[in-house]
C-alpha cells in the first residue's frame, strides 16, 4: 500500500501564540527572545524577516535591522501549553503520530483514501486546530516525511499542499537545493562552489559524485533531491521524567567522588533535555544509604535545561540530604514536569556566549558520543551516558542495573 505522509507546523508559533494572547500585536513585527543586547532571538514575525532577521541572531543586530520591531520575553510554560492543546487534537483524531517538536508533527494517514480520503482528512483537521486554538498552521501531504516537510515550508504561511505520487521529483526540481532538508549553510555553500543552485542540478547527477564531494551525507542529499525517504513515523509517546542513579560496588563516604558523579549525570540529562527538546520545572535528587534506608528531596524550579543553571542546585540538594556518619549505597537524580521546548526559550536572559558554548559542546557529544565532552570534575562517573535519545517517541529502554 502507497503510504500517505503528513507534516503539520504551527506558523511562527512563538508569535502566534503572543499574539493570540495580545491582539494588539498582530501584523507587527515581532521578536521574540533575550531583552538585553547580549540575548538571542528565539523567534521572530514574517515582518521582521524582510529586514534580514532570522531566528537565533543576537537581539542586538535583530533591532538594529529592524528598530520598529516589538520585544518580547518568551514564556516555555505558556508556548507548552498551546503546544499540548494541539498534540491533544492531533492525538484525538489520528493514530499513528510523531510529535518532532514543540511546534512540527507527522502523521502516518496511510489507507485513509479508502474511507474517508486523506486530503479531506489532513485538511478537516487543520481547520478544528486554528478554531480550537486559535493559531495558524500549515501541512504538507505526500508519499513521504522529506517531501511532505517541503510541502508544507512552501505552503506556508497558513496554508496547505499535497504532492500526487509520482510527482515528487518534478515538485521538488525547480527548489533551492537549501530547501532540502539536511543542507545546512555550510553544505549550502559547499554546493554553490560547484555551481549547483536548483534541486533538479542534483536530481541529474549520479550519486557517487555527491558521494565523493560530502561522503555519506552526500548519499541522503541525493536521495532526498529525488524525493526518496523511507523514514517510518515514530509513535509518539510523551514522557513525563527522566531519571538515572548509581549504585556503588563497595558503600562510600567520599564527598569528592560523590560530587563528581552528581555533576556528571546532571550534566548529561540536561543534554538529553536538550537534545529532546525539553525543559524541566522539578528536580530531585536520591539517596540510599548502606543501611538501606533511602532519602530524597525535590525542588520546583523555573524551566531550565541548562546544566550551569542545573549542577548548583542538585548540589546544594545533595548538601542538605547527606548525612556524614553513614556510607553511601546509591545516588540518583530526576527531572520532571517536562515540558516542549527548544534550548534557545531557557536561555533569555542568558548571553549569546553561553548559547553557542552549548551548541558547539553538544554538536560534538552528538558526533561523538555523550562522554566526549565532560567538566573535569566530572570525570570520575564511569557509566555515565545514553546511546538512544530519551525523547525520540519510543518507550524508555530497560538497561540491566548500572554500577558505579
Not at 510529535?99 to 482528512?121: C, H, N, P, V
Not at 537534545?275 to 525535590?298: H, M, P, W
Not at 547527606?322 to 515540558?339: D, E, K, M, T
Request: glycine share 6%.
Amino acid at each position: 500500500m502507497q503510504k500517505t505522509i503528513l507534516h503539520l507546523d504551527l506558523d511562527t508559533f512563538f508569535v502566534s501564540v503572543e499574539r493570540r494572547m495580545n491582539t494588539e500585536l498582530k501584523n507587527k513585527p515581532i521578536l521574540v527572545g533575550g531583552l538585553s543586547d547580549r540575548g538571542v532571538v528565539a523567534a521572530c514575525s514574517y515582518e521582521t524577516r524582510k529586514f534580514g532577521v532570522h531566528s537565533g541572531m543576537p537581539m542586538k543586530m535583530a533591532k538594529e535591522l529592524c528598530p520598529e520591531a516589538v520585544p518580547i520575553k518568551g514564556n516555555a510554560g505558556t508556548y507548552s501549553k498551546f503546544s499540548d492543546m494541539v498534540t491533544e487534537i492531533i492525538q484525538e483524531k489520528v493514530p499513528l503520530f510523531e510529535k518532532s517538536s514543540i511546534d512540527e508533527f507527522y502523521a502516518d494517514l496511510t489507507g485513509m483514501d479508502r474511507f474517508f480520503g486523506s486530503y479531506k482528512y489532513a485538511s478537516e483537521l487543520r481547520q478544528r486546530i486554528t478554531k480550537e486554538t486559535g493559531l495558524p498552521i500549515s501541512f504538507g501531504l505526500s508519499v513521504n516525511k522529506v517531501v511532505s516537510k517541503v510541502a508544507t515550508n512552501e505552503a506556508k504561511p497558513d496554508n496547505q499542499l499535497k504532492i500526487d505520487f509520482g510527482h515528487e521529483k518534478p515538485f521538488l526540481a525547480p527548489l533551492s537545493i537549501k530547501k532540502i532538508p539536511m543542507v545546512g549553510d555550510k553544505t549550502y555553500q559547499t554546493l554553490r562552489n560547484l555551481g549547483l543552485r536548483q534541486v533538479r542540478t542534483i536530481q541529474e547527477m549520479p550519486i557517487d559524485v555527491m558521494q565523493r564531494v560530502l561522503g555519506k551525507n552526500g548519499g541522503v542529499i541525493w536521495k532526498r533531491a529525488n524525493g526518496i525517504d523511507h523514514t517510518p513515523v515514530i509513535p509518539f509517546c510523551d514522557r513525563k521524567s527522566i531519571s538515572t542513579e548509581r549504585t556503588f560496588d563497595k558503600d562510600t563516604i567520599d564527598v569528592t567522588k560523590l560530587k563528581g558523579i552528581l555533576i556528571a549525570m546532571t550534566e548529561n540529562l540536561a543534554y538529553q533535555l536538550r537534545r529532546g527538546e525539553k525543559l524541566t520545572a522539578c528536580i530531585a535528587v536520591k539517596i540510599r544509604y548502606s543501611d538501606f534506608n533511602t532519602y530524597s528531596k525535590q525542588l520546583r524550579i523555573p524551566y531550565t535545561s541548562a546544566d550551569h543553571i542545573l549542577i548548583p542546585k542538585i548540589l546544594e540538594m545533595f548538601k542538605s540530604l547527606y548525612n556524614r556518619r553513614l556510607l553511601v549505597r546509591l545516588i540518583g537524580i530526576r527531572f520532571s514536569h517536562l515540558v516542549s521546548g527548544n534550548y534557545q526559550i531557557n536561555l533569555f536572559d542568558d548571553t549569546e556566549e553561553i548559547l553557542s558554548l552549548y551548541h558547539a559542546m553538544d554538536h560534538i557529544r552528538k558526533r561523538y558520543g555523550d562522554k566526549s565532552v565532560i567538566r573535569a570534575s566530572g570525570m570520575g562517573a564511569k557509566t555515565v551516558g545514553r546511546m538512544q535519545n530519551p525523547f525520540d517517541g519510543r518507550p524508555p529502554i530497560v538497561l540491566a542495573h548500572r554500577k558505579q
